[in-house]
Every structure is written in structure tokens, then in C-alpha cells.
Nanobody, 115 residues
Framework: VQLQASGGGLVQAGGSLRLSCAAS????????MGWFRQAPGKEREFVAA????????HYADSAKGRFAISRDNGKSTAYLQMNSLKFEDTAVYYC?????????WGQGTQVTVSS
């Protein structure tokens, strides 16, 4: 499975961005998918996850109420809608696909929020 994250960029505080994670090479319809982020000098942290069918989602406290994860299995793509962005959301965002012991990572997309 290859994961291609896109949609990052520079945005002012309070703005919005929508990240996409497109999967290729194998169907990910049976994989849970998630988003993680890593800010400079910090460890990678969990942001949000969605079950294979899309019926269950889970968010880090920092993302609750502002971010929304979704997926379109027909397009083998997961999304992260980020609203009310804050300076502290600045990081490289990585997408992830996981099923049992199988886990794949995308290359990351930079999100920079200016204060």
C-alpha cells in the first residue's frame, strides 16, 4: 500500500484546510485509517482515526470539535477537515493505514498556521 498525503499549506489562524490521503497498490477498505502529526522538536502524535467502514471515529483532545476525519472507500481516500486552526497545529501531518500487524505510512504534508 502506498499512501499519498496532500492538501497542506500555509493558513492564518482561524482558517481551514482539508487534507487528503490517497491509497494505491491495494485496497484499504478493510484498514482503519488515521492521521498523525509531528511538530519540530516533538514526537509524532495521534490526531484522528476512522474505522474501515467509517462508522467509528476517534480524536485526540486537541482535535475534538475542530477536526473531522472521513473516508471514501470507493476512492481509496481518507480526509481530515481542519477548522479553526491554531498556531500550535503547525506540523507535518502523516496519514496511516492499519489492519492487524499491517501498517503503512504516507510521506507527510506540511501544515503551517500563522498567528
Amino acid at each position: 500500500v502506498q499512501l499519498q498525503a496532500s492538501g497542506g499549506g500555509l493558513v492564518q489562524a482561524g482558517g481551514s484546510l482539508r487534507l487528503s490521503c490517497a491509497a494505491s497498490g491495494r485496497s484499504v477498505s478493510r484498514y482503519a485509517m488515521g492521521w498523525f502529526r509531528q511538530a519540530p522538536g516533538k514526537e509524532r502524535e495521534f490526531v484522528a482515526a476512522i474505522s474501515s467502514g467509517g462508522g467509528n471515529t476517534h480524536y485526540a483532545d486537541s482535535a475534538k470539535g475542530r477536526f473531522a476525519i472521513s473516508r471514501d472507500n470507493g476512492k481509496s481516500t481518507a480526509y481530515l477537515q481542519m477548522n479553526s486552526l491554531k498556531f500550535e497545529d503547525t506540523a507535518v501531518y502523516y496519514c496511516n493505514a492499519k489492519r492487524g500487524s499491517f501498517e503503512f505510512w504516507g510521506q507527510g504534508t506540511q501544515v503551517t498556521v500563522s498567528s
